[in-house]
């Protein structure tokens, strides 16, 4: 009788510790092994955004500008049709970096970033995920619908052939695609509305770091810094526009170490598997049953 009681109490047991481990499998700390593949993805999106197609180039180069590391080029963004024009024919690519033409590809792979970190963070905090990927990802919309660099582009191409009155015309044109987004007055809504949601969405998901174990405190508090000094942008455009440049700067430092971070932990979970506790779980299992077996009346 009493070794019947005893198999049965080390058999409940037993289901109980695995009730437990299956329960913190889906805990904060862990990231769901299905989407290996999104993992990999956004890792090499997140990577190549801190390398080669980072935000606000255009910031930077006005600040090396500034302190005279760099001597080519303006001191400051063209502030008329005429000096985009003139400055998109004698350095094209410096005059597209000033229009943001990077920003492009960069909210583009921000996009399969964010859309990774859903995926291994979603365990964490589904509702502010959730907000998160909708801030995101229509920020990243906003922008791709506002960005003018081409535009210019081919406007400067037609200007340099054009005589009198299409020069007019191809004046007020440039105007117009100026309105989106200009530097020196302010005007356009598009950018500076993407910027503010996909800023919220970055500092939404760092504080998410914080709840769970998948990416390092020191990542998430790489996320708060950049993002808030993003948000800090919208400050200096209030009190000080001249001043913008800077809090913009200094954002894009931490937001390529947060890249960096965040892409090399996305790649380890998508090549090593999302976390140990899945490891844990298996081997846990396996004992488990081992006990359960061992205990089964003869």
Not at 13 to 19: D, E, L, S, T, V
Not at 53 to 78: C, K, Q, Y
Not at 150 to 166: N, P, V
Not at 258 to 272: K, N, P
């Amino acid at each position: 009788m009493m070794q019947s009681r005893l198999k049965t109490v080390v058999v409940m047991k037993g289901k109980f510790i695995q009730m437990k481990i299956m329960d913190q499998a889906t805990n904060t700390g862990t990231a769901d092994p299905a989407y290996k593949g999104l993992y990999r993805i956004g890792a090499a999106a997140a990577l190549i955004a801190a390398v080669i197609f980072r935000r606000n180039l255009d910031a930077e180069w006005m600040l090396l500008r500034g302190v005279g590391l760099i001597h080519a080029g303006p001191t400051a963004p063209p502030s008329t049709v005429v000096g985009w024009f003139t400055l998109l024919q004698s350095n094209k690519l410096l005059g597209l970096t000033l229009l943001n033409l990077f920003d492009l590809v960069n909210y583009a792979l921000v996009g399969l970033m964010f859309l990774a970190l859903l995926a291994a963070l979603r365990r964490a905090s589904p509702s502010w995920m959730a907000i998160a990927a909708a801030l995101g990802f229509t920020g990243i919309c906003v922008y791709l619908a506002s960005n003018q660099a081409f535009s210019m582009l081919a406007l400067s191409q037609q200007y340099a052939t054009a005589t009198g009155a299409q020069r007019a015309m191809l004046l007020a044109a440039g105007q117009a695609v100026l309105a989106i987004h200009q530097n020196a007055s302010y005007a356009g809504k598009g950018i500076y509305l993407s910027f503010l949601l996909v800023s919220v969405a970055g500092l939404i998901i760092s504080a998410v770091m914080l709840r769970g174990n998948i990416f390092s405190k020191v990542t998430a508090y790489m996320g708060i810094l950049a993002n808030s000094f993003g948000l800090g942008y919208y400050i200096a455009l209030c009190f000080a526009p001249a001043l913008g440049f800077i809090p913009l700067s200094i954002s894009a430092i931490f937001l390529l170490l947060w890249y960096l971070r965040v892409g090399g932990r996305l790649w380890t979970l998508g090549s090593h598997g999302a976390s140990g506790a899945f490891q844990a779980t298996a081997s846990s299992d396996r004992g488990i049953s081992h006990m359960e077996n061992v205990t089964q009346p003869s």
